[in-house]
């Protein structure tokens, strides 16, 4: 799967709601911050910042990361960058596994693809990393 893709790829231009409807979607959630049309969230990654999924891919604190997505909220592993609730990145892959880092992140709600596991993680076609906590 890439994960650099042209910002107006055609495949990136699908959608399954419009902004508005996400922002009230993920306010009922009551599960993340929404400001200025962002949501934050988290992402359990390696102790290097490599990806669990994809270990060539390592994050950097204030990159964009741009891949496909899949909008199918009945789609619980379909492609995209997946991000948590602070509790949800604390306990991937693995409740017991004590070496990673929490990235926190930012995604713009154009950019929401799908909410998941009962809105505990979002699937996303693009990502900020904005911290490591």
């Not at 042209?6 to 709601?17: F, G, H, L, P, R």
């Not at 508005?20 to 290097?48: C, F, P």
């Not at 509790?87 to 070496?99: E, H, I, V």
Request: glycine share 6%; hydrophobic share 30%; aromatic share 10%.
């Amino acid at each position: 799967m890439g994960r650099y893709l042209e910002e107006n790829s055609e495949v990136n231009k699908q959608t399954d709601a419009d902004k508005e409807t996400k922002k009230q979607h993920i306010s009922q959630i009551g599960l993340y911050e929404i400001e200025d049309d962002y949501i934050t969230a988290y992402k359990s990654v390696r102790m290097n910042n490599s990806s669990w999924c994809d270990a060539s891919l390592i994050y950097e604190i204030g990159k964009d990361y741009l891949t496909f997505c899949d909008y199918n909220n009945d789609n619980k592993r379909g492609p995209g960058f997946s991000a948590w609730t602070i509790d949800g990145a604390q306990n991937y892959p693995s409740p017991t596994l004590n070496n990673r880092n929490i990235l926190k992140v930012k995604i713009h709600l154009d950019d929401l693809g799908a909410c998941v596991h009962n809105g505990h993680k979002l699937r996303c076609k693009k990502l900020t990393v904005i911290d490591k906590i």
